[in-house]
């Protein structure tokens, strides 16, 4: 399968842990994001890289969310002190630079 | 800055009957447009995309989208409509680092 991958597909977690989701990309991929979708919504922008530099965050992106591409390769997001409205389903997505992006199934995460 | 308007937030159709769900956009120069599909619980499937070029595109499914500048709308568009076509429909605009989506359309088929 070469498409995008998402691990893990659901994730469940008390108030106040952290959490963190990994994307593995098309592997020919320069770019890739991360959105979040929350019910009844569109995708939202989070944060992009190319290669291993991050080049955008959205406002989205409190201090409690860290993402990383160390190596220009997969990529995680991690939610420090998760709290209930941090639950939504988290996207991935990859693209050789500006074209077209392709989708992971993405991350569900409840927090209860 | 840019957007994505779709105005109908679910629709229910007939299969067989012929389906379009619009999109409208506004976005400060060309605009690159494109469909995804969602099914539940998983991720976007990309239908189809509009660049440049021939204003009517085609996609997968046997959907297709046609781009019309003049009314800033991009609406997609089966002629015949399948039980499996139920899905979250949404329309995005831009690229990059900075593609806007819709709140997307859900559709139902009704047998």
């Known amino acids: 399968d070469t498409g995008v991958s998402q691990n893990p597909r659901h994730k469940i977690t008390k108030r106040g842990q952290n959490v963190t989701f990994r994307c593995d990309p098309i592997?020919?991929?320069?770019?890739l994001y991360w959105y979040r979708q929350t019910l009844g919504q569109g995708p939202e922008f989070l944060t992009y890289?190319?290669?291993?530099?991050?080049?955008?965050k959205s406002r989205l992106l409190s201090d409690r969310f860290s993402a990383e591409r160390p190596k220009g390769s997969f990529s995680t997001l991690e939610i420090q002190r998760t709290e209930q409205g941090d639950s939504a389903m988290y996207l991935c997505?990859?693209?050789?630079?500006?074209?077209?992006?392709?989708f992971g199934p993405g991350t569900r995460l409840l927090v209860l | 800055a840019q957007s994505v308007t779709q105005p109908d937030i679910h629709i229910t159709v007939s299969e067989g009957a012929s389906l379009e769900l619009r999109c409208n956009y506004s976005y400060g120069a060309t605009p690159y447009l494109f469909w995804y599909v969602q099914s539940p619980g998983q991720g976007l499937q990309l239908l189809l995309k509009?660049?440049?070029?021939?204003?009517l595109v085609q996609g997968i499914k046997g959907f297709e989208a046609e781009f019309k500048r003049s009314q800033s709308s991009f609406n997609l568009r089966k002629p015949s409509v399948h039980w499996s076509d139920a899905a979250e429909y949404f329309c995005?605009?831009?690229?990059?680092?900075?593609?806007?989506f819709g709140a997307g359309t859900r559709l139902t088929v009704k047998p």
């Open positions: 890289f190319q290669n291993e530099a991050q080049l955008e």
């Open positions: 997505a990859s693209s050789f630079f500006g074209e077209t992006q392709y």
């Open positions: 592997s020919e991929h320069n770019r």
């Open positions: 509009y660049f440049s070029g021939d204003t």
């Open positions: 995005a605009v831009g690229g990059g680092n900075d593609m806007r």
